[in-house]
């Protein structure tokens, strides 16, 4: 071990498990690229200005959660602690939005940052994948995200999670809605911070994990009595497009989530095997957020799934994904002039799409047999002087142990015959 470790709340990904991260990503990725979402990649850090309007100053995660440095030239940046604003900003920066083709669909993969006190499930450095529909207004398109994240998470294998449903409203209804909710929150006992949120987002008191706080909230008007006209058909239709598709929701008029931005649709993934830190993704509809970051109106919508968590509800689940082998073949050289015929065969190998490895480092048989074992092939390839010189090497199938020589021109197509 050097001096070094990992800094606090973070951890990283050694193989053999994180082939487990990579093929999570992969599986949520699937969906995505087979329904319309082209790849964007941002940087790992903005302007702090971009988040603190864009996510919310009211939220966590602007105000408790977020790395931020000031530049040598007096810059303030941030390290990105969600994904949907560095999307919606690279895509207006870009000009996306006026190539024609609306709505524009993008789905990345990263790495972000929060400030978080580290539990299970809860770290400063964690990855997501995320999916973002900018600029249209479909019901349609909420509901095909859903789907996708739905298909993603079926896909993995996993089975006991649920998808929660809300309506936040707009524009139109939220704004009477907060203050009948502000009314009513005013006159309850509460500490100092949760006063201040009231009036700064009382909708997020209702979220409050508190069960003397909980208790106090029996009575309060609900959003869902207040939603305008349009807003309703909007919320009915997109029901109406997930009940078709069989993908089932639980309606849950409390779920607020912890950004500002959100507007009419909102859900969460949520994990029952996972604790207190059970939601495994969450989106929603984003309408006003392009206008508040400086941009034209953009009603979008989108979602982030994280990915740590995806792999502990698989833990959760017992699933293991099945990951190919890391290694199909593996080469043992005997003496010098195997070495170079076998680094050869290795190569031919590798670009015949047939995964081999090559025994480094001058190792004996005996110790070379090991590694062999220990990578997983299925199968070693052992070539001597006697064998390079009757033009074979020695095939040896791992499993059964048994061996048998192959003339060195066939191997490849042996070999990739055998593997099926
Ligand atoms: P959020 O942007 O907070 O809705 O997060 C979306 C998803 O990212 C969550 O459902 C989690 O799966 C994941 N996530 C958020 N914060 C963290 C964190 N601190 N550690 C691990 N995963 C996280």
New binding site residues.
């Given amino acids: 071990m050097s001096t070094f470790k990992a800094p606090k709340?973070t951890f990283d990904l050694l193989p053999p498990s994180s082939a487990t991260y990579l093929a999570v990503r992969e599986a949520i990725a699937a969906p995505l690229q087979t329904s319309g979402y082209g790849y964007i990649e941002t940087p790992g850090f903005e302007d702090v200005s971009l988040f603190s309007r864009g996510v919310g100053e009211s939220t966590d995660?602007v105000t408790k959660e977020m790395y931020t440095l000031t530049t040598k030239g007096g810059t303030e940046l941030a390290l990105r602690?969600?994904?949907?604003a560095s999307v919606l900003r690279a895509a207006l920066e870009g000009n996306l939005h006026k190539a024609g083709n609306l709505p524009v669909k993008l789905w990345y993969s990263g790495s972000?940052y929060?400030y978080?006190r580290?539990q299970k499930?809860?770290?400063?450095h964690?990855?997501?994948v995320g999916a973002e529909a900018i600029g249209a207004e479909d019901p349609a398109l909420d509901a095909e995200l859903i789907i996708l994240a739905d298909q993603a998470y079926r896909s993995l294998g996993l089975r006991n999670f649920r998808i929660l449903l809300n309506s936040l409203g707009d524009k139109e209804c939220r704004p009477v809605y907060r203050e009948a909710l502000q009314t009513f929150l005013r006159d309850l006992d509460l500490d100092e911070d949760t006063r201040r949120r009231i009036e700064i987002n009382p909708l997020r008191v209702l979220d409050d994990k508190r069960d003397a706080v909980q208790k106090q909230l029996v009575g309060a008007p609900m959003l869902r009595d207040y939603l305008c006209d349009a807003c309703k058909a909007y919320h009915e239709e997109v029901r109406a497009l997930l009940q078709a598709a069989g993908v089932s929701f639980q309606d849950d008029e409390k779920l607020v989530?912890?950004?500002d931005y959100y507007t009419r649709t909102t859900f969460?993934?949520v994990h029952d095997g996972l604790g207190s830190?059970s939601?495994?993704?969450?989106?929603g509809r984003y309408d006003g957020l392009s206008e508040m970051i400086g941009g034209p109106s953009l009603p979008s919508v989108g979602?982030?799934?994280?990915?740590?968590?995806?792999v502990l509800a698989l833990e959760a689940e017992g699933v293991e994904l099945e990951i190919p082998a890391a290694t199909s073949v593996y080469a043992v050289p005997l003496g010098e002039e195997a070495r170079r015929v076998l680094f050869g065969v290795v190569t031919e190998l590798r670009k015949a799409g047939v995964a081999a490895d090559f025994s480094y480092g001058g190792r004996g048989l005996k110790s070379a047999m090991k590694n062999a074992n220990r990578s997983g092939a299925r199968y070693a390839i052992i070539g001597g002087e006697r064998d390079l010189a009757e033009g074979v090497v020695q095939l040896k199938d791992m499993e059964s142990g048994e061996q048998e020589p192959v003339a060195l021109a066939d191997l490849v197509a042996e070999v990739r015959a055998r593997l099926g």
């Fill in positions: 709340g995660i602690p969600e994904g949907t972000y929060r978080e580290p499930g809860r770290y400063r964690f990855s997501q989530r912890g950004l969460e993934f830190q939601a495994v993704g969450g989106g979602w982030a799934l994280g990915v740590d968590r995806t």
